[in-house]
């Protein structure tokens, strides 16, 4: 059965750095996208990266580019998101969320994720 599960969040000073885990099992990451969104109450649901290892292809919204970094362990089924220089505007629920054949091009497409974590928490707040 495909499985998505986050892990890795938490709370972080301003400037601080996380690193979110998502553990993918039931799929081979070969053939799919795999996008971390993030959701803040009262707000939309936002693609902020995602990762197509096959073909070495990743893409990063404005609002992360430079801080945060996305890869994976292949060998552990596992995509990684590393933040770096927090700010409280990156304050949020974090999914992972898995979309067959997704090329991870530099125009985000939102739908075609059927298969989504639970959600981490990352609060970045003094």
């Known amino acids: 059965q495909l499985q998505l599960v986050e892990s890795g969040g938490g709370l972080v000073q301003p400037g601080g750095s996380l690193r979110l885990s998502c553990a993918a099992s039931?799929?081979?990451?070969?053939?799919?996208?795999i996008a971390w969104f993030r959701q803040a109450p009262g707000k939309e649901r936002d693609e902020i990266s995602c990762?197509?290892?096959?073909?070495?292809?990743?893409r990063y919204a404005d609002s992360v580019k430079g801080r945060f970094t996305i890869s994976t362990d292949n060998a552990k089924n596992t995509v990684y998101l590393q933040m770096d220089s927090l700010k409280p505007e990156d304050t949020a629920i974090y999914y992972c969320a898995a979309r067959y054949g997704g090329l991870c091009t530099q125009v985000p497409i939102t739908t075609g994720y059927n298969y989504w974590g639970q959600g981490t928490q990352v609060t970045v707040s003094s």
């Open positions: 990762i197509r290892s096959s073909i070495h292809s990743t």
């Open positions: 039931g799929l081979t990451l070969d053939y799919y996208g």
